[in-house]
C-alpha cells in the first residue's frame, strides 16, 4: 500500500485531533496532546517494529523456498531504509549472512562498466556512436567485417548482434546485422572492456578503483579476487544446498566477476540515480528508452528500464551457478532494493521480496520468468527431483502420482516436468534430467515442446539418432516449430559427418 504504515499513522493522528480540536474543553485539550504524543511515539517506532517482522518472514521464505543465504537492501526516498540477512554464506560451515558479506553479483557487473563507460565519454575518451573498432582491433570477432560496425552504444543496449556467450569458442560469431534488435550479450561487454582498456592504458580493476569504488565508498567491492573477502565470502549453492567450489577470479570481466555487498552496490545505484559524475545529458540517456526488449520491458545505456508512472526504474539481474542476483530502482530513488543471495533457488523469492519492499507491477519480474518457490508445478517438481535422489525415476513417478492427493490440478501439466528437466540438464545431471524428459513425453505424446525439449536433451548428450527421431517428432506436430527444423539440419549433418569420419 503506497505510503506504510508511517504514513497511515500520520493520517490517522490528523483525523482524530481535527475532530478534538473542536472543543474547547481543558479535558479534551489535554487528550489531545496525550493522543499526539502516542502517534508520534508510533510513527517513529512502528517502522522498526515492522522491518523486524520483515527479517522474520525473510528467514521464513528462504526457508520455504530452501535458500542458503540472502542479503536484501531496501531503497527509499534516496536512501538506504533498512536492511535484511538472513540464511548462512555455507551450508558446510553455517557462519551467518551479515552486512559484511560478499558476494558474487554477476551480470549486476555490467551497470558498473557502463557507467564506467559513460563517464570516459563526459571526458571524450571515447565516442558512443563512433564504432569501437575504430579505436582497436578484436580479434575474436575480425572474422565477420560486421563487427567493425558495433558501438559503444549497442553494447550498451545488446543489439551488438554477438550471443551471450562464445561457447570455449576462441572466435565469437556475430547472430545478426549490430543494432538490429535487442539480444543480451555478455561479449559484447568483453569487446567494449577491452576498448576501455586500450584507450585508458589502465585494467578494468583500475577504472572501476578510480570512478566508481572509491568515490562511491564501495570498500568491499572487486573485479578481481581479493584476499580480504575470505572470511566474509558468500559461497555458492545448489538448488539442494550443496556448496559450490568458490570461482576467484584473477582477471576482472565487466560482465560478470563483481564481488560486493548488497550494502556497497544500493550506494552505487543510489549514485547512478544522482548522476554523480555524469553531464545531464548522459544521465538522461542512460534512463531512456533505447531499445525494445519485448513484454513491456526497455534498455537503456547499460540499464534494464521497467516503465512507471513516475519514469523508467532501472534494473538488471544476475544468473550464475550457485548465485542469484537482482538490482530495481524507481526515478528518482523513491523505491528500490538489491538482493544478493548464495543459492540456485535465489530467484524464487524474488516476486515476493518485490512485492514487499516496491509493492507495484512487476513487469522485469514477469520479464525473466523464473519460477515462485509458491507455484505448484514447482512444488511438483521439487518433490520429484528428491525422490530422484532417493530412489530414481520409479520413485519420482511414484511421488507424481500420490501428489495428486493434495496439490491441485494446474501442477500437473508438461511445463511442471519440463522445468525440472531443463533445472536438472543446467546442472549438468543428465543421467536425472533424461529420464524425466523421457517420462514427460509419456505423458504427453502429443506436445510438439515436450518432444523438441527431449530431442535437446539427448542432443547435448550425444544421442543425436534419438535426438533427431524426437525433433522429426515435435515438426511432425508443429511444422512451424523453427527451432525444431533448423535442429534437424544440424543434427542430420552431424550424423552424416560422423559416418564419413567412421568411413575413413
Not at 536512501?79 to 549486476?108: C, H, W
Not at 566508481?212 to 565508498?217: L, N
Not at 573485479?223 to 558468500?234: D, K, N, R
Request: glycine share 8%; net charge negative; proline share 4%.
Amino acid at each position: 500500500m503506497e505510503g506504510g504504515w508511517g504514513e497511515s499513522v500520520r493520517t490517522m493522528e490528523l483525523s482524530v485531533c481535527s475532530v478534538l480540536s473542536s472543543s474547547q474543553s481543558p479535558i479534551l485539550a489535554d487528550m489531545i496532546r496525550k493522543i499526539r504524543l502516542f502517534l508520534v511515539f508510533w510513527v517513529g517506532f512502528a517502522p522498526t517494529l515492522f522491518a523486524n517482522a520483515q527479517v522474520a518472514s525473510l528467514e521464513t521464505l528462504i526457508k520455504d523456498a530452501e535458500i542458503a543465504g540472502i542479503a536484501v537492501v531496501a531503497i527509499t526516498n534516496g536512501s538506504v531504509s533498512s536492511s535484511q540477512y538472513a540464511g548462512v554464506r555455507s551450508t558446510e560451515t553455517n557462519p551467518p549472512i551479515t552486512a559484511s558479506t560478499v558476494f558474487e553479483s554477476e551480470s549486476l557487473s555490467k551497470p558498473v562498466l557502463a557507467y564506467i563507460t559513460l563517464k570516459l565519454a563526459g571526458e571524450k575518451i571515447i565516442d558512443l556512436d563512433t564504432p569501437l573498432a575504430a579505436y582497436a582491433s578484436y580479434p575474436d570477432a575480425a572474422a565477420d567485417a560486421r563487427y567493425e560496425k558495433i558501438t559503444a552504444r549497442m553494447v550498451l543496449t545488446h543489439t551488438s548482434g554477438f550471443p551471450n556467450w562464445r561457447n570455449d569458442s576462441p572466435e565469437v560469431t556475430i547472430l545478426f546485422d549490430p543494432g538490429l534488435t535487442f539480444s543480451y550479450s555478455g561479449e559484447g561487454f568483453v569487446f567494449l572492456q577491452r576498448i576501455l582498456e586500450h584507450l585508458t592504458g589502465q585494467s578494468l580493476e583500475e577504472m572501476a578503483h578510480t570512478h566508481v569504488f572509491e568515490p562511491f565508498k564501495m570498500t568491499s567491492s572487486s573485479f578481481v579476487w581479493q584476499s580480504s573477502f575470505a572470511p566474509h565470502i558468500a559461497v555458492g549453492h545448489t538448488d539442494m544446498g550443496i556448496a559450490l567450489d568458490k570461482f576467484t577470479p584473477q582477471v576482472a570481466n565487466g560482465a560478470y566477476t563483481l564481488h560486493t555487498t548488497a550494502a556497497d552496490y544500493a550506494q552505487f545505484m543510489l549514485a547512478v540515480q544522482r548522476g554523480d559524475g555524469l553531464s545531464k545529458n548522459l544521465k538522461k540517456e542512460m534512463t531512456t528508452i533505447q531499445v525494445d526488449a519485448g513484454d513491456g520491458i526497455f534498455w537503456g545505456l547499460g540499464w534494464g528500464l521497467q516503465p512507471t508512472l513516475s519514469g523508467a526504474a532501472m534494473w538488471e539481474w544476475g544468473d550464475n551457478p550457485g548465485y542469484k542476483t537482482f538490482a530495481y530502482l524507481t526515478p528518482n530513488a523513491s523505491k528500490g532494493f538489491v538482493m544478493l543471495s548464495n543459492s540456485a533457488n535465489g530467484m524464487l523469492v524474488l516476486s515476493d521480496i518485490f512485492e514487499s519492499v516496491v509493492a507495484g507491477p512487476q513487469t522485469a519480474v514477469n520479464w525473466l520468468n523464473y519460477e515462485n518457490y509458491k507455484n505448484p508445478g514447482y512444488q511438483l517438481g521439487r518433490r520429484m527431483h528428491v525422490a530422484l535422489l532417493a530412489g530414481g525415476i520409479e520413485e519420482a513417478k511414484a511421488v507424481y502420482a500420490s501428489s495428486k492427493e493434495d496439490l491441485p490440478a494446474e501442477a500437473f501439466d508438461e511445463l511442471s516436468l519440463n522445468s525440472l528437466g531443463y533445472r536438472l540438464l543446467r546442472q549438468g545431471l543428465l543421467e536425472m534430467a533424461i529420464p524425466i524428459f523421457e517420462y514427460n513425453a509419456t505423458l504427453y505424446p502429443n506436445s510438439a515442446n515436450v518432444h523438441d525439449s527431449l530431442g535437446e536433451a539427448y542432443y547435448v548428450t550425444g544421442r543425436h539418432k534419438e535426438a533427431l527421431a524426437h525433433y522429426r517428432t515435435s515438426l511432425r506436430l508443429d511444422p512451424l516449430n523453427q527451432n525444431g527444423s533448423a535442429m534437424v539440419k544440424t543434427i542430420e549433418a552431424a550424423i552424416v559427418a560422423k559416418g564419413s569420419q567412421t568411413e575413413q
